[in-house]
């Protein structure tokens, strides 16, 4: 939701609609449907089969419960990644999100060395970092 940082002032209000967005995101026809709920990240729904089975940001980072192995050996090919972060934006919730970073699922914020998908490297983000690509 453009605007509504968990840590900001109606920070209680924005978390109460994460979650119950975060139901209805994770359906697979909504997904299909609405190309927003490609990109939104419920913290405290990342372990559900819904998010797991559905979640084209899931599939994206390898996190799902379908691996698809060539997409970190094809991140890997990238010679450069640039990370570009608008102070400003309003849109990408967390801002931190632009560099990979996100919110775990007490809602603190991680940057990108933090995150689950980092760590293990999922799809080759850590191996990239690790190399001097980003």
């Not at 419920?42 to 940001?57: A, F, H, I, R």
Request: charged content about 25%.
């Amino acid at each position: 939701m453009p605007s509504c940082e968990f840590d900001g002032k109606h920070g209680t209000l924005c978390k109460e609609v994460s979650e119950i967005l975060g139901k209805a995101a994770y359906n697979k026809k909504i997904q299909n449907f609405l190309f927003q709920a490609d990109y939104f990240r419920q913290p405290k729904d990342t372990n559900t089969t819904n998010y797991m089975d559905n979640s084209q940001l899931a599939a994206w980072n390898n996190e799902g419960n379908n691996i698809d192995r060539t997409r970190k050996e094809n991140f890997g090919k990238t010679l450069r990644f640039a990370m570009i972060k608008a102070k400003n934006d309003t849109v990408v919730v967390p801002n931190e999100g632009e560099w990979f970073g996100a919110y775990d699922e007490n809602y603190n914020l991680q940057e990108m060395k933090q995150t689950n998908w980092y760590l293990a490297d999922t799809f080759g983000l850590r191996t990239a970092d690790e190399n001097g690509k980003i």
